[in-house]
C-alpha cells in the first residue's frame, strides 16, 4: 500500500469539501530569566558559543541542580492565565534519551505530574470564537543547539560535520499542550495561527519571555490529521517540528492538509511521523517515524525536591496578574468606539499596541489609527519590515497629528515631515523647521501666487463669475502646486473668493 504521493497535493478546499481536519499544538517558551534552570549560568542570547556553561548544566558526575524559583513562578503564572488549575504538589523527572544535544543524557522535565493542567483559550476567526483546551502546562530545561556544517539544507543530512553549543542547554523551557482541536474545519490554519499569537501576547503581557520567534524564545511543533468528514474516528496525526513564525503554523497546517489528503484519496495510509517545514517552500518533508511510542523511561528526579506551591502564594499570583490581551482589546475598541472589523485590522496589522502608545502621547485614536494603518503601513511594506522596525516612534506621530491639527503643517507637508523623521533628521517639529515646511500664512508670496492663478486662467474665472464655484478647485490647486503644497487650502480658496466677484 502506497504511503507517498510525491509532490501532489490537493486543492484546499476539496480537502475540506471531503475531510474534517484536527490540529494539536505543542508551544515551547523559552522564560526570560537571568539564570538557567538548575544552575547560575547567564541566558544572554548570542553569547560565544560554549560560554555560559558549567557542570550542572554540562551533567558532569557529582554536580547537583537546584530549582531556578523565578522560572516556577513565571510557570504558574502562564498557567494562570490559561485558566488553568496550579497542582498542589508536582514534582520533575529525568526523560531519558541520547542525543549530542543533551549533555546529561536525560533531560529534566514534567512527565505525569505537571505544574499546570485543563486549561483553555479562545481565539477568534473571522468574527467566530473557537476555544482550544489546554492539556497541560510543565517546566522542563531547554537542550543545546547543534549546528551543522556543509551541506544545503543545513540539516545533518549532506553535512560535514556538526557542533554543538550548550549555551542554551538548561534555560527554562515551558511547554504548552493543547488538546486535539476538532470542528475547526476550513478554518484550521487560521486557528493554529490566532492560537500562537493569542499565547505569544498573554506570554508578552505577563513578561516573563521576549517570545521572539525568529531567535527560538517560542517555537510550535504542529499537529495535523485528517478524517473522512463524518467520521467518528480522528486520522492519523503529523507533527511538523519547531515551526518558527505564526504564517509559518498557518502555511505548515495547510500544507499537511492538502498532501495527507493526497495520500488518503490514493489509497495510501498517513504515517505517524515528525515533519520539517520549510520555509521558502512551505512544504514539509519527513523526519522520524513516531509509528511506536518512544520509551524515554522516565521516572522522579531523584535531585530535586518536589514543588508544593502554597495556595495563598498562587491567589496573591492571580491578583498581581496584568491585563491581559483580550480584556485589553474590547477595553480599547470601547473606549475608542471601534467595530470589531477595524480592531481586527489593529491586531492582525501589529499596531494595536503602537495606536495605544500613539494616544496615550497625546494624539486622537481616529488620527492614531488613520497614520499607522495608512502612510506607516504602507511604508513598512515597502521596505519589507514589521511596523515596529520603523524609525519612528508613537510619541513622534503624536508630534506630528497636533502639528497637523493646529494648522502648523497639512497632510501632505506631515508625509514630508515623515520623510525627515524617518531618516534620522530629529523630530517632526526640528524636521519641519529644517526643511522649512511650514504652512504659509497670508503672506506676500501668497498673494502673489493668488494673484497669478487668477491671471493664468481667466476661462476658469469666468466660469467661477458665472456662479460655477466648484470651477475654484482649479484655481485652489494651481496655488497649491506653485506654492509646493505650503499653502493651507482653505486659506487659499477664501482669497480667491475675494478677489472674484460672482454674479
Known amino acids: ?63 547537583l541542580p537546584v530549582a531556578n524559583a523565578a522560572a516556577i513562578e513565571a510557570t504558574i503564572r502562564i498557567g494562570l492565565a490559561l485558566g488553568c488549575r496550579i497542582a498542589s504538589w508536582c514534582r520533575f523527572a529525568r526523560k531519558n534519551y541520547f542525543y549530542p544535544d543533551i549533555p546529561k543524557g536525560f533531560q529534566t522535565s514534567q512527565y505525569d505530574e505537571p505544574l499546570c ?20 502546562v510543565h517546566l522542563e530545561e531547554d537542550t543545546g543547539k547543534n549546528l551543522h556544517v556543509g551541506g544545503a539544507t543545513g540539516r545533518i543530512h549532506g553535512a560535514d560535520h556538526s557542533l554543538v553549543d550548550f549555551n542554551r542547554a538548561g534555560i527554562p523551557l515551558v511547554e504548552i499542550v493543547t488538546r486535539p482541536v476538532p470542528g475547526v474545519g476550513a478554518k484550521a490554519p487560521e486557528v493554529a495561527r490566532a492560537y500562537v499569537a493569542e499565547l505569544r501576547d498573554i506570554v508578552q503581557a505577563l513578561g516573563v519571555s521576549d517570545v521572539r520567534m525568529e531567535q527560538g524564545s517560542l517555537r510550535c511543533d504542529v499537529n495535523t490529521s485528517l478524517a473522512p468528514a463524518g467520521s467518528l474516528e480522528w486520522g492519523t496525526r503529523t507533527e511538523t517540528k519547531n515551526v518558527n513564525s505564526l504564517r509559518s503554523v498557518e502555511r505548515a497546517v495547510r500544507f499537511e492538509m492538502r498532501r495527507q489528503a493526497a495520500v488518503l484519496d490514493d489509497g495510501g495510509r498517513v504515517l505517524q511521523e515528525t515533519r520539517h517545514f520549510h520555509e521558502d517552500t512551505g512544504s514539509t518533508s519527513p523526519g522520524r517515524s513516531k509509528e511506536e511510542a518512544t520509551d524515554y523511561r522516565y521516572f522522579p528526579e531523584p535531585d ?31 473606549e475608542w468606539g471601534l467595530p470589531p472589523t477595524e480592531m481586527t485590522w489593529l491586531v492582525n496589522a501589529g499596531a494595536l499596541g503602537l495606536v495605544e502608545d500613539t494616544v496615550a502621547a497625546g494624539a486622537s485614536p481616529a488620527e492614531a489609527r488613520k497614520w499607522w494603518l495608512g502612510e506607516l503601513a504602507r511604508r513598512a511594506n515597502d521596505a519589507g519590515v514589521e511596523l515596529t522596525g520603523l524609525a519612528v516612534t508613537p510619541a513622534q506621530v503624536a508630534e506630528l497629528t ?38 504659509m500664512g497670508e503672506s506676500d508670496e501668497l498673494v502673489a501666487a493668488v494673484d497669478a492663478a487668477i491671471a493664468g486662467a481667466p476661462d476658469v474665472v469666468a466660469k467661477v463669475q458665472a456662479g460655477k464655484v466648484q470651477a475654484l478647485g482649479a484655481l485652489v490647486g494651481a496655488v497649491m502646486k506653485t506654492t509646493r503644497g505650503k499653502a493651507d487650502a482653505a486659506t487659499v480658496k477664501r482669497m480667491l473668493e475675494e478677489r472674484i466677484v460672482v454674479s
Open 402 to 439: 497636533r502639528l497637523v491639527a493646529d494648522g502648523t503643517i497639512n497632510d501632505k507637508l506631515a508625509r514630508q515631515a515623515l520623510d525627515g523623521v524617518l531618516a534620522g533628521e530629529g523630530s517632526p517639529a526640528q524636521v519641519v523647521q529644517a526643511r522649512g515646511l511650514a504652512v
Open 304 to 334: 530535586l525536591v518536589p514543588i508544593a506551591p502554597d495556595a495563598e502564594w498562587v491567589e496573591k499570583l492571580r491578583a498581581d496578574l496584568p491585563e491581559l490581551p483580550a480584556a485589553r482589546r474590547a477595553r480599547l475598541q470601547q
Open 1 to 63: 500500500m502506497t504511503t507517498t504521493t510525491g509532490d501532489r497535493l490537493v486543492e484546499f478546499d476539496d480537502v475540506v469539501a471531503r475531510y474534517e481536519p484536527v490540529i494539536g499544538l505543542e508551544t515551547h517558551v523559552e522564560l526570560g530569566t537571568a539564570s538557567k534552570m538548575f544552575c547560575g549560568c547567564a541566558t544572554t542570547f548570542g553569547a560565544e558559543p560554549n560560554t555560559q556553561t558549567c557542570p550542572v548544566c554540562l551533567g558532569m558526575p557529582g554536580s
Open 117 to 136: 493542567t485543563a486549561g483553555h483559550l479562545d481565539v477568534e476567526v473571522d468574527g467566530e470564537t473557537y476555544r482550544v483546551e489546554i492539556e497541560r
